[in-house]
């Protein structure tokens, strides 16, 4: 089993930036490939960000690209979600999810461990 707690969540203005962490616990971290999800209100779960087991290989949503950054800390089993230049639509509930596919995923059925989210409110 591998925990993940998100924080880092809130309530901010467009054009401002908040960071994402995920703390795993459990099993050993640097064993799964790490991706960011988010689910807005209304619609389905949807892809932000990944990146591979050892944080050489990381893949980003269009809509996110250029903007958002993911990275690890395989010591501090944590994964990390940079968020500047926030807009309204960034609105969601994010998650961050485990999988053991070793470049991770886009799909979010092939990842093994969820947390349980954080709020992420931009406001006009």
């Known amino acids: 089993q591998v925990q993940l707690v998100e924080s880092g969540g809130g309530l901010v203005q467009a054009g401002g930036s908040l960071r994402l962490s995920c703390a795993a616990s459990?099993?050993?971290?640097?064993?799964?490939?790490m991706g960011w999800f988010r689910q807005a209100p209304g619609k389905e779960r949807s892809f932000v960000a990944r990146?591979?087991?050892?944080?050489?290989?990381?893949y980003y949503a269009d809509s996110v690209k250029g903007r958002f950054t993911i990275s690890r800390d395989n010591a501090k089993n944590t994964v990390y979600l940079q968020m500047p230049s926030l807009k309204p639509d960034d609105t969601a509930v994010y998650y961050c999810?485990?999988?053991?596919?070793?470049?991770?995923?886009?799909?979010?059925?092939?990842?093994?461990?969820w947390g349980q989210g954080t709020q992420v409110t931009v406001s006009s």
């Open positions: 459990g099993r050993t971290f640097s064993n799964y490939a």
């Open positions: 999810a485990a999988t053991i596919i070793y470049y991770g995923s886009s799909n979010p059925g092939e990842y093994d461990y």
């Open positions: 990146i591979s087991r050892s944080g050489g290989f990381t």
